[in-house]
C-alpha cells in the first residue's frame, strides 16, 4: 500500500494543471490539425490583443489574460454508471466538480451529460480545464437483444489502470497526493482517454451498434473514453472559423451560440469535422474505419444570469426558425434577432441580465459607500465592474456539436425525457447549479468592498 509519508500534498489546481497539459499534448500527437487549430488560435489572440488595449487591461485584472493560453475543455463519453461514479471521484483529486445537467436525447443524441470544472473564482483562475462528460442511456435503444449485448461489453470492461484506482484511493484516504504522485496519477488516467485503434468487438457487432446509433458504437465498441475532442479559446471566433479553410481545416458550417457582439455573451462555438480513422475489429485482419475525434474552438463571453439566459433562450430558439437556410442568412437572422439583447457591458450589467464581478479602482475608499449606490459608484468610475466568464457549455450548442459529427446523416427522434436524478444516481452525487456559483463569485467581490449584494 502506497503512503504519502512525509511528503507535501500538492494543491488540486497544480494537478489539474499537469492533466490539461498532458491532455494536450497527446491530443497533439494524436490529431495532427489539432495543432493547426492551436496556431489559429494564438495567432488570433495576439492580434486582437494587440488593437484593443482596454480588453488587455480587463483581463489582467481579472486574472483571465494568465488562463488565456492554456485553457481548453475536452470531451467524453461513458458507457456505464459506475464508470460515472468513479470518474467524478477522479476529477474530484483534480479540483474540477459537475455542474449542471445536460439533456442531449431532445436533441436525437441518447446521452445526458454534466461539466467537470473547478468552480471557484481561485481555482478557475489558476486553470479552468473542464471536461463535458456523457453517459450513454442504453434504455434509449429500442433492440432489446442489441441493449442487452451492449450492456454486456459495457459490464466487462475496465477504463480504469490498476495504478490510476491505487493513486485515487490514496489521495481519497490521505486528502491529497505528493508532486510524484500527482504525475503518476495524471500518466495513470491518460490512459483511460487515449485512442485505441482495436476495437473490442468483431465488425458485424460495431455494425448493428453502429445502426442503432453512432454514438452507441463510438461508446460500446472500444476500450475506454477516448477524449473525442480539446478546445483552446479565441477571442475572435469569427477569424479563426474564416482562417480554417485557409489553413487546410474543414469547418463546421455555422458557429454554434450567440451572434458577434460588442460585448460577448456566454459561448459560441466551432469545430473542424470528425477524422475518418482505421481500425482494426476482432477475428478479422482487416481494416474497418470509425470517425469520433475532431478539434473545437470557442470564443467565451459573459455568464448571464437566469433574467438573461432566459432572454438568451427565447432569442436562439426564434432564431432557429431559419435553421436549414444558408448559413450567411442564418447569421443574419441571427444578428437581427438579437438586436434586442442588450450589447454593452454597462446596459448588462443595469438590466440584471449578466454577472460581474467589482473591485475598487484608484483612489476608491470604503467611506465612499457613504457616497452612492453601487450604480452612482460605476458610473463615477470608483467602482470597475469587470465581465465575470461563463465557464459551462450550452445544450443547444452541445447538440449542434455532436449533430456535426455525426456526419449530419443521423437523424434519430427520441421523446425527450430529462433525467437528471438518474444521472445523479449515477454519478453519485447531486450536480451544482452553475448560477448559483456565479452568483457568489459576484457577491463576494461586493462584500470585499464593503458594499451590499
Ligand atoms: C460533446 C459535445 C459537447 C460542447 O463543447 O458543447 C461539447 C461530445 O461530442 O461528446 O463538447
Ligand atoms: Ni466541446
Known sequence: MQTLQNSVIVDADTLRTLFSEAMSDMYREEV????????????????????????????????????????????????????????????????????????????????????????????????????????????????????????????????????????????????????????????????????????????????????????????????????????PRTLDIDFAQAEMPKRGVQAKLLIEGPPRRSAPILLRQTSFKALEESVRFQGSSSIGAHTARFGEIEQRGIALTPAGMALYDRLLSEARQAIGAEPEEYEQNLAAVFAQFPDTQEELRQAGLAYFRYSAAEGYGTSDTAHGSLDQLVQQGLILADPIIYEDFLPVSAAGIFQSNLGGTEQKEYVSNAAKGVFEQALGRQVLDKFSLYEEIQHSSLTALGLQA
Open 32 to 231: 495532427q490539425q489539432y495543432s493547426t487549430l492551436l496556431e489559429i488560435v494564438a495567432d488570433s489572440n495576439s492580434k486582437t490583443l494587440a488593437s484593443n488595449e482596454s480588453l488587455r487591461e480587463a483581463m489582467t485584472r481579472t486574472n483571465d489574460l494568465n488562463r488565456l493560453a492554456q485553457e481548453y475543455h475536452g470531451a467524453i463519453r461513458l458507457g456505464t454508471a459506475s464508470e460515472l461514479a468513479t470518474m467524478c471521484r477522479m476529477f474530484a483529486v483534480l479540483g474540477m466538480q459537475p455542474v449542471d445537467y445536460y439533456d442531449l436525447s431532445v436533441a436525437g443524441v441518447p446521452v445526458h451529460a454534466t461539466a467537470f470544472r473547478p468552480v471557484t473564482k481561485q481555482a478557475l483562475g489558476v486553470n479552468p480545464f473542464r471536461i463535458f462528460t456523457s453517459l450513454l442511456r442504453l434504455e434509449l435503444v429500442d433492440n432489446p437483444a442489441l441493449r442487452q449485448q451492449a450492456q454486456e461489453i459495457l459490464d466487462a470492461r475496465n477504463i480504469f489502470t490498476a495504478q490510476a484506482l491505487e493513486l485515487l484511493e490514496l489521495a481519497e484516504r490521505e486528502g491529497g497526493l505528493s508532486l510524484a504522485q500527482g504525475k503518476a496519477f495524471v500518466a495513470a488516467l491518460l490512459e483511460t482517454f487515449r485512442w485505441h485503434s482495436e476495437a473490442t468487438v468483431d465488425v458485424q457487432t460495431y455494425e448493428r451498434l453502429h445502426d442503432a446509433h453512432r454514438l452507441v458504437a463510438d461508446v460500446v465498441c472500444f476500450r475506454g473514453p477516448h477524449i473525442n475532442h480539446l478546445t
